[in-house]
Nanobody, 120 residues
Framework: QVHLVESGGGLVQAGGSLRLSCAAS????????MGWYRQAPGKQRELVAT???????NYADSVKGRFTISRDNAKNTVYLQMNSLKAEDTAVYYC??????????????WGQGTLVTVSS
């Protein structure tokens, strides 16, 4: 079993910052892409940022210049530093990872979600 466990959500005022973390645990050979998606009330889930191993990062236009994705490969962890938060950033944030496992091959995994609420 491989799991993604997120932390770091919460309530913050507009203009503030939050840092999300997501750690993959279990039997893992390697992790390709890790990233973050979000889903606001009444809206579809959307990409926030992704970071392939050894590749270039990808950001949604709405967060460019404000959010930064990073990885600690030794810890199988991905982070999302969110600065200059806006009310429209309010959503449940989901961690995503594409992992290679010894027994189940390649898996696309989602975290349980962490709520970020930005008050205006």
């Amino acid at each position: 079993q491989v799991h993604l466990v997120e932390s770091g959500g919460g309530l913050v005022q507009a203009g503030g910052s939050l840092r999300l973390s997501c750690a993959a645990s279990g039997s893992i050979f390697s992790i390709n892409t890790m990233g973050w998606y979000r889903q606001a009330p009444g809206k579809q889930r959307e990409l926030v940022a992704t970071m392939p191993s050894g590749g270039t990062t990808n950001y949604a236009d709405s967060v460019k210049g404000r959010f930064t994705i990073s990885r600690d490969n030794a810890k199988n962890t991905v982070y999302l530093q969110m600065n200059s938060l806006k009310a429209e950033d309010t959503a449940v944030y989901y961690c995503y990872a594409r992992v290679r496992t010894p027994t189940n091959g390649n898996l696309a995994l989602w975290g349980q979600g962490t709520l970020v609420t930005v008050s205006s």
